[in-house]
C-alpha cells in the first residue's frame, strides 16, 4: 500500500471543484502521517472517539470531518475541532450543535443527510423532513451552525445504475432546497457523495466531496 500514490492517483482524476476526503477510520495515526507528508490535509472519521484521538495526537493544520452518525451526547467533544459534519441526520442533533458551538464560540459547518439508500441500514432523513427544519423559528434563531450542503449514502450494490440513480436523486435534493431557501448563498454549495467503490458515478452526478478510505489505506477489517 503506498498511500502518496493511491491519493495521487484519485487526485489525478477528480475534477478541479471537488475535493477528496481520505477517510481514516480503524487506520493508525502513521498511516494518516504518510498522507499528511505527501501533503494531503483533509481526512475523516466516523467515530468520535477515534477523531478526538487522532486530533489530539496528530498536527494542528489537519482539516477533520466527521462522516459517521454522530450521538448527541457526544457532540461537545469535537465541536471544538471539526471544520465539518457531515452527517447531521436529526432536528435534534442540529440544535445539540448549535448548542455546544455556542458554548465554544464558533460556528460549526454541517451537511444534512440525506437517506437516498432503500436499506433500512442507512441514516439519513427526507428532504420533507429537511424542509420543515429550514421552515421552523427555532432554526431561524440558530447562531452557531451554518449549512453548507447535503451528503448521502448509496446502497450497497454491484448495480451502477442503482447507485446512479441515488446520486443523482441527491443532485435533485440539493438543487430544490438550494433554490428554496439558499439561493445566491454562495456558501451552501457541497455534495458530499461517492466512496471508494462508486465516487466515479457521484463525480458525474455533480458530488464536490468525495469520502475515500479503503482505495488509500487498503481494505479494513472490520467496516466500522
Ligand atoms: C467508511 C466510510 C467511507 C469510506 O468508505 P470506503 O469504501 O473505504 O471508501 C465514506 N463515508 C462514510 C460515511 C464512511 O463511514
Request: glycine share 6%; net charge neutral; proline share 2%.
Amino acid at each position: 500500500m503506498n498511500v502518496s500514490e493511491n491519493i495521487e492517483k484519485i487526485k489525478d482524476h477528480l475534477p478541479e471543484q471537488v475535493r477528496l476526503i481520505a477517510v481514516t477510520k480503524t487506520k493508525p495515526e502513521e498511516m494518516v502521517m504518510e498522507a499528511y507528508h505527501s501533503g494531503h490535509k483533509i481526512f475523516g472519521e466516523n467515530k468520535v472517539q477515534e477523531l478526538v484521538r487522532k486530533y489530539e495526537s496528530l498536527p494542528k493544520d489537519i482539516e477533520w470531518h466527521m462522516i459517521g452518525h454522530l450521538q448527541t451526547n457526544k457532540v461537545k467533544y469535537i465541536v471544538p475541532f471539526v471544520s465539518l459534519i457531515h452527517s447531521v441526520d436529526s432536528f435534534k442533533l442540529l440544535k445539540t450543535i448549535n448548542k455546544e458551538a455556542g458554548n465554544a464560540g464558533k460556528v460549526v459547518d454541517c451537511l444534512f443527510q440525506v437517506k437516498i439508500a432503500k436499506e433500512e441500514s442507512k441514516f439519513g432523513m427526507t428532504v420533507g423532513q429537511i424542509k420543515q427544519i429550514l421552515d421552523s423559528a427555532e432554526y431561524s434563531s440558530f447562531q452557531n451552525i451554518r449549512l453548507t450542503g447535503l451528503m448521502g449514502m448509496a446502497t450497497f450494490t454491484e448495480d451502477k445504475e442503482v447507485i446512479r440513480s441515488e446520486f443523482n436523486f441527491l443532485h435533485t435534493c440539493f438543487e430544490d432546497i438550494k433554490n428554496a431557501y439558499f439561493n445566491g448563498v454562495n456558501y451552501f454549495r457541497e455534495i458530499s457523495m461517492g466512496m471508494s467503490d462508486d465516487y466515479e458515478i457521484a463525480v458525474e452526478a455533480g458530488s464536490t466531496m468525495v469520502r475515500v478510505g479503503s482505495k488509500i489505506f487498503g481494505t479494513r477489517n472490520y467496516s466500522g
